[in-house]
């Protein structure tokens, strides 16, 4: 997605920026990474915001290719834990 860590946790509510959390936070729960709690410290937004996009991830992951794409790639990238 080529978002860098300062705009994920900048408080803008870009549409992009939005969707990219909410991968983020679908990828790290799913798999493990970390807990809602901890990625909510990081991205500065509400534990339930972030459960809301990654269900709406979700939701959409078994029509969009381009999705299923994006995650995979952060699942990949993604080979630490998240704690803060």
Same mark, same amino acid.
């Given at each position: 997605?080529?978002?860098?860590?300062? @705009?994920?946790?900048?408080?803008? @509510?870009? @549409? #992009?920026? #939005? !969707? +990219? !959390? #909410?991968?983020?936070?679908?990828?790290?729960?799913?798999?493990?990474?970390?807990?809602?709690? +901890?990625?909510?410290?990081?991205?500065?937004?509400?534990? +339930?915001?972030?459960?809301?996009? +990654?269900?709406?991830? !979700?939701?959409?992951? #078994?029509?969009?290719?381009?999705?299923?794409?994006?995650?995979?790639?952060?699942?990949?990238?993604?080979?630490?834990?998240?704690?803060?």
């Amino acid at each position: 997605m080529g978002i860098d860590l300062e @705009r994920l946790c900048s408080p803008s @509510r870009d @549409r #992009a920026l #939005a !969707r +990219a !959390r #909410a991968l983020l936070a679908y990828v790290v729960v799913t798999h493990g990474f970390s807990t809602l709690t +901890a990625l909510s410290r990081i991205v500065h937004r509400d534990v +339930a915001t972030l459960s809301n996009g +990654a269900a709406m991830v !979700r939701e959409r992951l #078994a029509e969009d290719p381009v999705l299923q794409e994006r995650a995979t790639t952060l699942e990949q990238r993604l080979q630490i834990p998240i704690t803060q």
